[in-house]
């Protein structure tokens, strides 16, 4: 098992960028597929970026070019830097886990952290 703890969160203009980390504890973290999904109110939950435990990553089609999501297993941790940010992209984000090779479950989440980009 693994704990999550996500900052990096904050308040930016259209087309500026914000780094989100995610650090963990517990359990082996190279082991752990991760990702991060968001959530806005009214609007379905959506997956915007995974990585494997081998580095292969995917995004969503509203993110793709915009994120990248990295990790760190030396130092138990993941990163979703944002730039070009929209308006579209404000919601609360969580960093999410899984103990697979690839991020097909959510096992583990953090508590979440706010992003919110003004037009």
């Known amino acids: 098992q693994v704990q999550l703890v996500e900052s990096g969160g904050g308040l930016v203009q259209s087309g500026g960028s914000l780094r989100l980390s995610c650090a963990a504890s517990?359990?082996?973290?190279?082991?752990?597929?991760l990702g991060w999904y968001r959530q806005a109110p009214g609007k379905q939950r959506e997956l915007v970026a995974s990585?494997?435990?081998?580095?292969?990553?995917k995004y969503a089609n509203s993110v793709k070019g915009r994120f990248t999501i990295s990790r760190d297993d030396a130092k138990s941790t993941v990163t979703l830097q944002m730039n070009s940010l929209k308006p579209e992209d404000t919601a609360v984000y969580y960093c999410?886990?899984?103990?697979?090779?690839?991020?097909?479950?959510?096992?583990?989440w953090g508590q979440g952290t706010q992003v919110s980009v003004s037009s």
């Open positions: 517990g359990e082996d973290f190279r082991i752990y597929a």
């Open positions: 999410v886990a899984a103990r697979a090779p690839l991020l097909l479950s959510t096992d583990y």
């Open positions: 990585i494997s435990t081998g580095a292969v990553t």
